[in-house]
């Protein structure tokens, strides 16, 4: 010891604990990896379900949409919903299952500020969204032969939605104190977000108040954003897309931060 004494509260590993976020990061990735076949295979199934579903339902004589194949049209919305629902769940179901259990102390006693805990569980959340995203789109690139005309475009906007959602996920996670109450959000909220955002139709079929509507529903944009990196058309601006969706990621984040700070419903 070289005599020297550290006042309580004085962090002794720099601005950034990386070790302790590291930590973090890598607990919520290994959280999906052991249960794979949850996490990342029933996804892949789903998906495949949806396009077989509305291939038998719709069939051959369904006409181009945006200048391609229904199923091509179809393919980026499916992906972009199943990626979102997942960093949702991600972080949503951590966050509650350890408050329940009554082991969210194991997460807030370490020297990790409430960015580093944000930036944590977010870690998972991008992880588990993107690795579903690749798998869909290997798949994609098998059966239908649908390759994304701008991959890094892809990447980023299946990033960005992970990202919103698993924000999205944690602010809800705190929130909700019990199962149902989790439940109830996902089913009033998230589910709606993802199915009345234009993943199975354009929105350019609606009538102008619904349309109005849908354009304030960030999740458009994710799946917007998508569909003009797999096919090369949208419904509105990709540059509009990518602003309202990084005005949305950093907002929710910030929601998050400022509870995780505060201690909102997470400390007696």
Known sequence: MDGRT????????????WLG????????????????????LAPLVTAGLFLMIFTLAVGSGRGAVMGVPFLHFLAPGILMMTVIQNAFANTSSSVVISKVQGNIV??????????????????GAVARGVIV?????????????????HPVLALFYAALGAAFMGALGLVA????????????ITNFIVTPLAFLSGTFYSVE?????LRALTHANPVFYLIDGLRFSVIGASDSPP??????CLTATFAVCLLAWSMLRTGYRLKA
């Open 133 to 149: 995203a690749l798998a869909i789109a290997v798949a994609l690139a098998l059966v239908l032969g649908l390759v994304p005309q």
């Open 205 to 209: 079929v609606l009538p102008p108040a």
């Open 21 to 40: 976020l590291y930590t973090l990061a890598a607990r919520e990735v290994m959280r999906f990896l052991v249960v794979w076949t949850q996490t990342l």
């Open 106 to 123: 194991d997460t807030l006693m370490p020297p990790l500020s409430p960015f580093e805990i944000l930036l944590g569980y977010l870690a």
């Open 6 to 17: 550290v006042e309580p509260g004085v962090r002794r590993f720099g601005r950034i604990n």
């Open 173 to 184: 996670g705190i929130f909700a104190n019990k199962f149902d109450q989790m439940a109830a």
């Open 239 to 244: 540059a509009l897309g990518a602003a309202v």
